[in-house]
């Protein structure tokens, strides 16, 4: 199955630049890896996508290596509000791993 | 601009009932999903279609059936409910299905309890 492999959870403090890295070692040639996140009682919500290289929009940065075997999310100066559920994607059969339980605190 | 719409927002259902899960989408999207998360836990995909009168299976697709007449709409069934369906539901659409650069649209979920 073309699952992604993330870690369950990370702690974080307000103000702080967050790294979620995602592993896809089978990820196929022309997959793109996309990333969402999801508060309880909400569908998941496009953050970020990227083939490869550095991808950058208003609320996240997506670094993608040459061999693109793994992705970093980069979220920066974290607040309160991003306390969600972060899941990375790669395009087959669109199948979400388990997410990555993202919590920062005051 | 609706997006995805699902219907119903909660529903409760007995042992072996039957029914039906809508989801419509107003984006013109060819791509269309089924999704079930289990509390605590990630996405699983049920079904999936790539266009109208074509669909697939995903990770666990027993228990229910899918149909996609139209463009617009992608309505789950299930057979013959039971306990274990217990769960929240989500339907999400995407622009194009050979590409990977259309990021899927998801709607508010349909939260299903069997009894």
């Known amino acids: 199955l073309a699952k992604t492999t993330q870690p369950i959870s990370m702690d974080s403090y307000e103000g702080q630049e967050v790294n979620i890295t995602c592993s896809h070692n089978n990820i196929a040639t022309n997959d793109y890896i996309t990333w969402y996140q999801q508060f ?16 950058t929009n208003e609320v996240a940065s997506l670094f993608i290596p040459a061999d693109r075997k793994s992705s970093t999310l980069s979220l ?23 997410g990555t339980r993202l919590f920062v605190k005051a | 601009n ?4 699902q219907t119903p927002k909660f529903q409760v259902l007995k042992t072996g009932q039957s029914m ?29 279609s790539v266009g109208a009168g074509i669909t697939d299976q995903g990770e666990v697709p027993n228990g229910y059936n899918v149909s996609r007449s139209t463009t617009e709409d992608f309505p789950l069934r299930l057979l013959s409910a039971a306990p274990s369906q217990t769960s929240v539901y989500f ?17 508010n979920g349909t939260r299903l309890t069997v009894t």
């Open chain 2, 2 to 5: 609706a997006g995805v719409t």
């Open chain 2, 91 to 107: 339907c999400a659409s995407s622009y194009s299905a050979g590409q990977g650069g259309s990021p899927l649209h998801f709607g």
């Open chain 2, 20 to 48: 039906t899960l809508q989801c419509a989408q107003d984006m013109n999207h060819e791509y269309m999903s089924w999704y079930r998360q289990d509390p605590g836990m990630g996405l699983r995909l049920i079904h999936y």
């Open chain 1, 40 to 55: 309880p009682s909400q569908g998941p919500r496009f953050i970020i996508q990227g083939y490869k290289t550095k991808v």
């Open chain 1, 76 to 98: 920066p100066r974290v607040s309160l509000s991003d306390t969600a559920v972060y899941y990375c994607l790669r395009w087959l059969k669109t199948i979400f791993g388990a």
